[in-house]
Each structure stands twice: as structure tokens, then as C-alpha cells.
């Protein structure tokens, strides 16, 4: 059984991750976005980032978990970050402990960014070096 559960999962502020992503030079195994957003995915998405729909999730988790096996930190968000990509997050540590258990071939830190895309838009949707395919009108309401 993991330890992990909704209350206790890790959270990355945006700050930290926005960091993380202008500290690389080229994309690498340090860190992967992981959006589970679904159709509320239009409107921009964190750049790098792997758009994998929610509801495609559980068919989509042994690739992700193969493609991941060596990344250091994953990082999973949806629209607000409170169900889907928790959810998420949790589905895929289960699976990777289930997998790997403690013969795991790196370390890997998982987590949920805080407020999800929600909070990183308002902070970075502008920024191209940050957000691709941003559309700031469909943000103002949400």
C-alpha cells in the first residue's frame, strides 16, 4: 500500500517549477509536466508539457511509466489541480511502487503543481519562453 494519499501527495508551487523549467538548456530527465486537463486543455498549455486527457489516463500510464522510468521529477496538473490531477499523480505513484517496488531505477519525486494550470496561467500564460498556445480570454473567467 502506498503512503501516499489526496492529503499528503507533494505540491510544486509554480515559482519553483517556472524556475526549473528556464534553468534547463534542453529538454533532459529532469523534470516532466504531465496535463491531464481534457477538453479544457484549448486555451494554452505549459510548454513541454505531455497532454495525456484523463480519461485516456489509465491506458496511456504503462507508456508513461516506461517513458518516465529515468525522469527525476514528474509533475502532474489539470485545470485547478484539486481532482484530476491528483488523481492522476496517485494512480501513477501506486503503479510505479507496484512496478518497481524498492528496486525502482531512479529516485522520483511526484507531485501536483499547486493551483494548477489555473494559477500558472496567471502567472506565466503571457511568457512564451513558459506557455505555448496561450488564449487569454478564455482564462478571464475562470
Request: net charge negative; aromatic share 8%.
Amino acid at each position: 500500500m502506498s503512503r501516499f494519499n489526496i492529503a499528503n501527495l507533494p505540491r510544486m508551487e509554480v515559482a519553483a517549477l517556472s524556475e526549473q523549467l528556464l534553468a534547463m538548456k534542453s529538454p533532459d530527465n529532469t523534470i516532466a509536466v504531465i496535463d491531464v486537463r481534457d477538453g479544457d486543455h484549448v486555451g494554452g498549455h505549459i510548454k513541454g508539457s505531455r497532454w495525456v486527457p484523463s480519461h485516456q489516463f489509465d491506458e496511456w500510464l504503462p507508456t508513461l511509466l516506461r517513458q518516465l522510468e529515468d525522469t527525476k521529477t514528474v509533475v502532474f496538473h489539470c485545470a485547478l489541480s484539486k481532482q484530476r490531477g491528483p488523481s492522476a499523480a496517485l494512480r501513477y505513484i501506486r503503479e510505479r511502487e507496484e512496478r518497481y517496488g524498492a528496486e525502482s531505477p531512479v529516485v522520483q519525486k511526484v507531485c501536483v503543481l499547486r493551483g494548477g494550470f489555473s494559477r500558472w496561467q496567471e502567472s506565466h500564460g503571457p511568457d512564451e519562453r513558459l506557455t505555448e498556445a496561450y488564449v487569454k480570454d478564455l482564462w478571464e473567467d475562470y
